[in-house]
């Protein structure tokens, strides 16, 4: 065998071995899928539309929340902004993984940026320079974007027939989806402690009826995080 058909065998290996790991996330972020479709009809967008908002923006949470805005008819600007810093994580995550994207070709680096999930993270953010494979992330990171997608399709289409289909309480899989992202990558004290400061700020701020909430509980979650980091190295 030549060089050349090992070399095709093997990335095609590790592409299949992506899709395969990124199968459970995949299952698990289908709900979350079927409601940003029929969410998307429901706030008045056309289904063109709507399917363009998950093949171009590709981030759930940021789509839930625009629609959500659309509906209540805020403006561009506002909607941006918040786009913004919802997405805004995933700026830490590029900062996190460019060591081992930065030095690959530029249609590398578009390609595995543009389909940088929580969940591709989760997969391969951890994984060290050398152990990283462009192919792998691709395969799971390709794999999610069309399970998402056609999900979405699916909720378009689900949208336009079944009345109320968000109330079926299907918002859940956004929480599960988080959950099972979160819960594995705790290993150190300084992430149970962003993690736990994060959740009670959420509830607290919540109950208590105060706008931008969450992102007040996401920016106290990661100080606390880095508070604890800073003191554990301190004393050693």
Not at 42 to 54: F, K, N, Y
Not at 99 to 128: H, M, Q, V
Not at 170 to 183: S, Y
Request: overall charge positive; hydrophobic content about 50%.
């Amino acid at each position: 065998m030549n060089t050349q058909v090992h070399n095709t065998l093997n990335r095609r290996s590790l592409f299949i071995q992506g899709t395969v790991a990124m199968v459970p996330l995949s299952v698990a972020v289908i709900p979350w899928g079927l409601l940003a479709g029929s969410y998307a009809i429901e706030s008045g967008l056309s289904p063109l539309e709507s399917q363009a908002l998950s093949a171009i923006l590709f981030a759930g949470s940021a789509q839930l929340v625009a629609t959500g805005m659309l509906k209540a008819g805020a403006g561009l600007a506002t909607m941006l902004l918040t786009t913004l810093f919802i997405t805004s994580r995933h700026f830490l995550y590029s900062v996190s993984m460019r060591e081992k994207i930065g030095k690959l070709p530029l249609r590398w680096r578009l390609a595995l940026g543009y389909l940088l999930t929580d969940e591709l993270f989760a997969i391969c953010g951890n994984k060290s320079e050398q152990r990283f494979e462009p192919w792998y992330a691709l395969g799971a990171g390709l794999s999610f974007y069309l399970c998402w997608n056609i999900a979405t399709l699916i909720g378009i289409v689900a949208g336009s027939y079944i009345p109320a289909l968000n109330e079926l309480g299907l918002e859940f899989a956004v929480a599960a989806t988080f959950i099972a992202l979160v819960i594995p990558n705790i290993k150190n004290t300084a992430t149970l402690s962003a993690v736990v400061i994060a959740l009670v700020l959420s509830v607290v701020l919540n109950l208590a009826q105060l706008e931008g909430a969450l992102m007040l509980a996401s920016i106290g979650g990661m100080l606390a995080g880095y508070l604890v980091e800073t003191c554990t190295r301190s004393t050693k």
